[in-house]
């Protein structure tokens, strides 16, 4: 595999993905439900990802994260997350736009990834 991107996309329908160019199944998502327990949310969907798949987190090479607008607890949450496991796992991160552009933007995005950077949240963290 040459490159598996956990992708973390906050918003009305939240949702975490993994994108696996090449493959016949390329972009799989699970949506998170909305749910006090925030960041475990995030964390169990990746996991069940990469489980479906027949991945572990060593697999990923890429941490993308659209970092707003989003309600203000998912948007923290996923963006807290994404930074977490770049820095933890030493993987370069990307921040996505919007989902408009979903996945067909991967590519140009993870393209320019860096490692040992920060992602911050963007507010105002109003939707629509």
Known sequence: MNQCAAIFLPGK??????????????????????????????????????????????????????????????????VAIANALAWSLNLPLFTIPDESAMPQALTDLSANAKRNIVIEPVYPTVIG
């Open 13 to 78: 329908d939240s949702y975490v993905g993994i994108w696996t160019p090449g493959y016949n199944n390329e972009w799989q998502t699970v949506t998170l439900a909305n749910s006090p327990d925030g960041g475990n949310v995030v964390v169990k969907g990746l996991q069940q990802l990469l489980g479906d798949q027949s991945l572990t987190i060593h697999s990923l090479t890429h941490i993308g994260v659209m970092n707003g607008p989003a309600p203000y607890t998912q948007l923290r949450s996923h």
